[in-house]
């Protein structure tokens, strides 16, 4: 059985060896990857044990590299359905309910009709059943109560929590740089 060399995306740390995100989980193709490692503008730390060749080399295909040049991490993140979902966990702040992110949307708490404003501190994930209840109305209206109140997460807490959502696919040589700092199983 042959694997397609598109299977083979390699994972991308920082210059201090962290990860540049864990969700999305920060991976390039093989092609970007062999480009930097050729252009030297990355290390490689660990490789597959498939390779590729051209008529005049042969290059390991890298499954981890690190950037040579540290690249800081924006001062606040970005306002995004997506970033506001990963700051609430996927859940909905109303029901509690974990849902898939097909099945989640974002509300504004004090809803737009009302004055309300689209900003991280008066929007939260809801579900679907949750926010057509709630509808244009305060929650404390149809007997709805916040789990937690709307704030601006840092970019710190977003990669952290993104951490607590692993991708469906994690190469082994990828473990120890995505949980290093996690809590050791004892005997």
């Not at 042969?58 to 540290?70: H, T």
């Not at 974990?98 to 900003?119: C, I, K, M, Q």
């Not at 916040?146 to 977003?158: G, I, Q």
Request: charged share 25%; glycine share 4%.
């Amino acid at each position: 059985m042959s694997i397609a060399v598109n299977s083979f995306p390699a994972l991308v740390l920082n210059a201090d060896f962290r990860p540049l995100s864990y969700f999305p989980l920060s991976l390039w193709s093989w092609r970007d990857t062999v480009k930097a490692v050729f252009l030297e503008r990355v290390s490689v730390v660990s490789e597959y044990d498939r390779a590729v060749r051209s008529p005049s080399a042969r290059i390991q295909l890298p499954s981890v590299i690190a950037l040579k040049e540290f690249v800081p991490i924006a001062r606040r993140p970005a306002f995004t359905r997506f970033n506001v979902f990963l700051r609430d966990r996927f859940r909905c702040q109303y029901c509690s309910g974990n849902f898939p992110t097909e099945n989640l949307t974002f509300d504004h708490v004090v809803p737009r009709s009302r004055g309300g404003r689209t900003v991280w501190s008066n929007v939260v994930t809801a579900c679907e059943p949750c926010n057509l209840t709630k509808g244009r109305r305060l929650p404390r209206e149809v007997g709805l109560a916040l789990r937690r109140k709307p704030y601006a997460p840092t970019n710190v807490e977003l990669q952290e929590n993104g951490r607590g959502f692993p991708p469906n696919y994690l190469h082994e040589s990828w473990r120890d740089f995505l949980y290093w700092d996690s809590e050791l199983e004892s005997a």
